[in-house]
């Protein structure tokens, strides 16, 4: 049988934030959304790192796609980049965040460090409490671990991410 797969991101009007970037390949099940820090300029064009790796853990767990949302939607190389920007949160993050929270068959944080910055860690918490998330773990301070490659290979789906009512942070 021949995979069809769509693609999709949502910009700002102006180009310089990225809220929402998309894959599906199978419509008939539960597709898995990451809260990830910021966006990378390659996000957009499917080739970065972070969607290689939400791509390998979606299929892995035998999900139909992935979802990437960012708790700052400013297109950054880094960090540092990210926290000299004068509005590192566009005007509609949010909203792309909850309503892609609640489209997600499963939502796993994963913005690590980076959301200390502005107290981002804390109002993503408040948007989605009333929402199940997940993450992969916790760093030292409380924040969800970033999605690296390889933490999937030979466990099961509940074995791997950390469940709670809300946002275990």
């Known amino acids: 049988t021949r995979e069809y797969v769509v693609r999709g991101t949502l910009f700002s009007a102006n180009k310089d934030k990225l809220y929402k970037v998309w894959e599906t390949w199978d419509f008939s099940k539960a597709t898995v959304l990451f809260i990830a820090a910021y966006p990378n300029p390659k996000d957009s064009t499917f080739t970065s790192s972070m969607t290689s790796r939400c791509r390998n853990i979606a299929k892995h767990f ?52 980076t959301g200390c910055f502005l107290d981002r860690s804390t109002r993503i918490h408040d948007l989605l409490s009333d929402i199940p998330c997940a993450c992969l773990g916790l760093d030292p301070v409380g924040n969800p671990l970033l999605v690296t490659s390889g933490r999937h290979k030979g466990r099961t789906l509940m074995e791997y991410f950390y469940f709670s009512d809300g946002i275990p942070f």
């Open 62 to 113: 035998g999900l139909g796609g992935f979802t990437i949302v960012y708790s700052f939607s400013h297109i950054a190389r880094s960090s540092k980049e990210l926290m000299e920007s004068a509005q590192p949160i566009g005007a509609d993050t949010n909203i792309v965040i909850r309503s892609a929270a609640l489209e997600a068959g499963l939502v796993i944080c994963a913005w690590g460090a």
